[in-house]
């Protein structure tokens, strides 16, 4: 069964706008991170955030978790062409055999 | 760069046909997977290996098989190809679990078409 669910499932903003994307789970993680899949590729690691962690920082990403709430936001801020990519969340306990969520297609305006 | 290579890229074939997708990594990652998602769709773990002679199928049943002789190489077999075969194929490896677990690095994945 699926874990995580993404939203919005489309989300198109202008270039050098910040883009947030959620993130819903159902059971109990260890972890949860995000990846980006440029169309027809594979998916690139983005941010990996643990269960004890409530925010963390790379670059231009800002991830955060709801542990009681059970959902976790990505922001991209000054948004560039180059974010224009599906990007997924995915959730991990135990084992780290992830299950992923159905994912949020990004699209930045020039 | 990816560390970890897929092949072929893309591929048509024929149905009935036998077929298999490469997966190999030079990360020495124990373990390794493999996702099937349709276009615009979501990912469906359907094999995965925990090492050397471990395999397990995953969540999404598939009737495509997969061996683990060499900790870099985890192929994945189709006897018969089919049309509903047809979808992308993403191979993955990652490091051991718990704190010493970064996320997993992708292949970029094999198109296959069945017709």
């Known amino acids: 069964s699926q874990q995580g669910e993404e939203d919005p499932q489309a989300l198109s903003i202008q270039e050098g706008e910040n883009a947030t994307m959620n993130c819903s789970y159902k059971?109990?993680?260890?972890?949860l991170q995000w990846y980006r899949q440029n169309s027809g590729r594979g998916l690139v690691h983005l941010i990996l955030i643990r269960s004890n962690e409530r925010e963390k920082h790379s670059g231009r990403l800002r991830v955060t978790l709801d542990t009681s709430k059970k959902s976790s936001s990505l922001l991209i801020t000054a948004s560039r062409a180059a974010d224009t990519a599906s990007y997924f969340c995915?959730?991990?306990?135990?084992?780290?055999?992830?299950?992923f969520g159905t994912g949020t297609r990004l699209t930045i305006i020039p | 760069e990816a560390d970890i290579y897929q092949t072929p890229r893309y591929l048509v074939i024929g149905t009935g046909k036998k077929i298999t997708l490469e997966c190999s990594q030079t990360m020495g990652h124990d373990k390794m997977y493999w996702y099937q998602q349709d276009p615009g769709m979501e990912l469906h773990l359907i094999h995965y290996s925990y090492g050397v002679n471990s395999t397990e199928k995953g969540d999404l049943s598939s009737e495509s098989t997969v061996s683990r002789i060499r900790t870099e190489h985890f192929p994945l077999t189709l006897e018969s190809a089919r049309p509903s075969h047809t979808s992308q194929y993403l191979c993955?490896?990652?490091?051991?679990?718990?704190?010493?677990?970064?996320?997993?690095?992708f292949g970029s994945g094999t198109r296959l078409t069945v017709v």
């Open positions: 993955a490896s990652s490091e051991l679990g718990g704190t010493h677990f970064y996320g997993y690095t």
């Open positions: 995915a959730t991990g306990f135990g084992n780290e055999k992830l299950t």
């Open positions: 059971t109990s993680i260890n972890n």
